[in-house]
């Protein structure tokens, strides 16, 4: 490896920084934008379906990230730091394969039991045709992710950002001009852009980043596999951190008003992830290649100031937040929301350590091949439906409050720790 690539996974420049944290935003914001295009394009029947097939496309490509798009960063990273000679392109290539074979199951169950998976994804057995269409925009969505983190493995940033600006943030909103009347229409035209896009990408960089092509061998295979599938519950595990003090809540009160409120917190909560998320991608390739090279302490300083500055945001985001709770609520609903601003704020807390959690997600996966941020996530499910059980049986403090809070900060805590621990042990 040249001295610059080098540079890239010892000491990535601010740009680097720049890039991600731009795409993120652009990505964000395109989202939340996306749902005003489509009730202004769309039927009320169409609009419903992309709103809830929205949410089922957030969870698979969640799978597809955590899993075979974190493992193939991972095994790219540990490729490029090996002396003389390598070929991550290999790695690519598998993992494009396993995808492959992922949505050629996916498209069986969807041919074999429509009517069923019509019901179970989007209430109502009616809406099958759906499915392909999703099944498609999905496939477009896993080939963009696979060469996104081909290109974060490569810590090449700029192409990383860049194919995810195009695909998650322009692509997503250009589809509604061009193909927007039609729910399937939008799919299918949304899918095939977002595939062009890609192939343009990966025909133009990616065999010219990645050197030269390979196709990997058995056991490489295996392992960019078991070290996909231990990480995959772990985006169901976090997201059901987030779900599960609002379905308590809706249990244990009788006030829906309560439910809502305490959903908006939790929302304010996850916003902390999107300030994170572009340090933690920076995190797990230069973990994995420092690891490989015996140099996981080298980034014990830089670990050490962002634990300081994140936590300082942190606590600055939750103080300005429950200062000026009222009027943000307002602004941002357009109304009051009476009665119920405590219950958010007793929430905001939470957000320092999670904050943590997810800032150093990304180097606990690069730096230890055992999926420490999965087994993470289940100790906080667990340590939530312990203490909230307990609350519920003595009657002592909110369960979905007092569950989530304690659920978080031992979150945060054994996650800041384990990141020290894993950055001391030798390779």
Not at 253 to 267: E, K, N, P, T, Y
Not at 294 to 301: F, H, N, S, T, W
Not at 389 to 401: E, L, R, V, Y
Request: one cysteine or more; charged letters at 10%.
């Amino acid at each position: 490896m040249d001295e610059k690539s080098q540079e890239a996974y010892l000491k990535p420049r601010a740009r680097s920084y720049v890039w991600s944290y731009l795409a993120n935003l652009l990505v964000i914001g395109a989202s939340f934008l996306s749902y005003r295009l489509s009730s202004h394009f769309m039927s009320e029947q169409d609009f419903a379906i992309f709103a809830i097939s929205k949410r089922i496309a957030v969870c698979g490509a969640a799978i597809v990230a955590t899993g075979w798009g974190v493992s193939l960063a991972y095994h790219v990273a540990q490729e490029r730091s090996r002396e003389g000679g390598s070929n991550p392109h290999r790695f690519f290539i598998l993992a494009s394969k396993q995808i492959t074979l992922f949505l050629l199951l996916l498209l069986g169950l969807v041919l074999i039991l429509p009517r069923q998976l019509s019901l179970l994804l989007l209430g109502d057995k009616a809406y099958g045709n759906y499915l392909i269409p999703l099944l498609y925009d999905f496939l477009a969505t896993s080939a963009q992710g696979t060469l996104t983190y081909y290109f974060l493995g490569l810590m090449q940033i700029r192409l990383f950002s860049l194919v995810s600006i195009i695909c998650s943030a322009f692509i997503p909103l250009l589809g509604f001009f061009l193909f927007g009347s039609e729910l399937n229409q939008y799919f299918v035209g949304k899918a095939s852009l977002t595939i062009l896009v890609t192939l343009i990408f990966y025909l133009s960089f990616a065999r010219s980043v990645g050197e030269a092509p390979g196709n990997g061998g058995k056991e490489e295979w295996g392992n960019l596999l078991s070290y996909a599938a231990v990480r995959m519950p772990g985006a169901f595990l976090v997201s059901l951190l987030l779900i599960l003090p609002v379905t308590l809540s809706t249990h244990t009160s009788q006030a829906l008003d309560r439910a809502a409120a305490l959903s908006i917190g939790m929302a304010l909560v996850g916003v902390v992830a999107a300030g994170v998320t572009p340090v933690s991608n920076l995190f797990l390739p230069r973990a994995a290649y420092l690891k490989s090279q015996g140099k996981a302490a080298d980034l014990r300083g830089s670990v050490l100031k962002v634990c300081w500055i994140v936590a300082l945001l942190s606590v600055l985001y939750i103080a300005l937040l429950t200062a000026f709770l009222e009027p943000f609520m307002t602004l941002l609903l357009g109304k009051e929301l009476t009665g119920f601003e405590n219950i958010i704020r007793e929430a905001l807390p939470a957000a320092l350590p999670y904050a943590l959690f997810r800032c150093f997600y990304g180097l606990l996966d690069g730096a230890c091949e055992k999926p420490l941020a999965t087994y993470n996530a289940l100790v906080s499910v667990l340590i939530f439906t312990l203490v909230s059980a307990f609350c519920w049986w003595t009657g002592k403090g909110d369960p979905s409050i007092v569950g989530f809070l304690a659920s978080t900060f031992c979150l945060g805590a054994i996650s800041v720790s384990q990141t020290f621990w894993v950055l001391r042990q030798p390779s």
